[in-house]
C-alpha cells in the first residue's frame, strides 16, 4: 500500500510555543502578561486593527460575525495553547471577525512592537510561524475543494487518515493508531461544530474504523479505511 506524505500533528497547527527552544520562550515570555478576559468579552473586534496577540491558556473563544439581518454566525472555536490575532501581525489588516470569549479566559498577551521585535531578533521563531502558517496554507490547499465535492463523513475520513502519519507514522498499516486530538479541534480543520461532527464519529465507530474517547480518537487500521474509503486517499484507487 501506498503512503501519503505524513501530515504533522493537529497541535502544530496552532501552537508553535512547545517547538521552540529555552532561549526564545524566555524571551516570549518576558514581553508576555497575564491576563482574564470575562465571558462576552472581546479580545478582536471585527473592522478594527488589534494591538495585541494572545494566546489562550485556559477557556474557549469564538470567531463570530453579524449579519444585516442580527443573526450570528460562528466560523470556529479557539481553545488553551491556540493563539489570537496571529495572523493580523502580519498582514497588518483590521481583523475579519469578532473574537469573544465564551466563559472567563485566562491569555497571554503581547504587544505588537514587541511581538514584532522578537521576530526580527530570533530568527528560529521566525521559522516556526512561517511553518505554521505554510501547514495552514498546505491542509486549506487539500481540503478546501472537498467541502464543496465531498460529504463531511467523506471529510473526516480523509482528515483522520492524513492526521495519523503525523501521530505514528512508524505504526504498520494493520494496527490502531490514536491520535491525541480532541473532537473541538477535529471540527475545526473540517470546518464543523461538534453537533454535526458527532453522527458522523458514530457512524464511523458503528462501521469499526474509529474509538472514540474522551480526549483522544483512535483509527482501528488505516488498511481499514484504505479497503473501504480508498477512492478518497490513493489518486487512481
Not at 504587544?111 to 510561524?129: D, G, S, W, Y
Request: glycine fraction near 6%; hydrophobic fraction near 40%; charged fraction near 25%.
Amino acid at each position: 500500500m501506498t503512503n501519503p506524505r505524513p501530515t504533522p500533528p493537529i497541535a502544530n497547527l496552532h501552537d508553535f510555543v512547545e517547538a521552540l527552544s529555552p532561549l526564545v520562550r524566555a524571551d516570549l515570555d518576558a514581553v508576555s502578561t497575564n491576563r482574564t478576559v470575562k465571558s462576552g468579552e472581546r479580545l478582536l473586534r471585527a473592522g478594527v486593527l488589534p494591538q495585541e496577540l494572545f494566546q489562550i491558556t485556559q477557556g474557549r473563544v469564538k470567531y463570530s460575525a453579524w449579519d444585516h439581518t442580527g443573526r450570528e454566525t460562528v466560523l470556529t472555536y479557539m481553545t488553551c495553547g491556540d493563539w489570537v490575532g496571529l495572523s493580523e501581525v502580519f498582514t497588518e489588516l483590521p481583523s475579519l471577525w469578532n473574537v469573544v470569549a465564551e466563559s472567563p479566559v485566562q491569555v497571554r498577551a503581547i504587544r505588537r512592537r514587541e511581538f514584532h521585535k522578537l521576530v526580527e531578533t530570533h530568527p528560529e521563531l521566525a521559522q516556526r510561524i512561517l511553518r505554521l502558517f505554510a501547514l495552514r496554507f498546505s491542509l486549506h490547499r487539500l481540503f478546501g475543494l472537498d467541502h464543496s465535492s465531498l460529504t463531511l463523513k467523506e471529510r473526516v475520513v480523509k482528515m483522520l487518515y492524513f492526521l495519523s502519519f503525523g501521530h505514528d507514522k512508524e505504526s504498520d498499516d494493520s494496527r490502531p493508531v490514536e491520535l491525541r486530538l480532541t473532537q473541538e479541534a477535529l471540527g475545526k480543520v473540517v470546518g464543523a461544530s461538534r453537533q454535526k461532527l458527532n453522527p458522523v464519529l458514530k457512524a464511523l465507530q458503528g462501521e469499526q474504523l474509529v474509538e472514540v474517547k474522551f480526549g483522544s480518537l483512535t483509527l482501528r487500521s488505516r488498511a481499514a479505511i484504505v479497503e473501504r474509503y480508498a477512492h478518497l486517499l490513493i489518486p487512481g484507487a
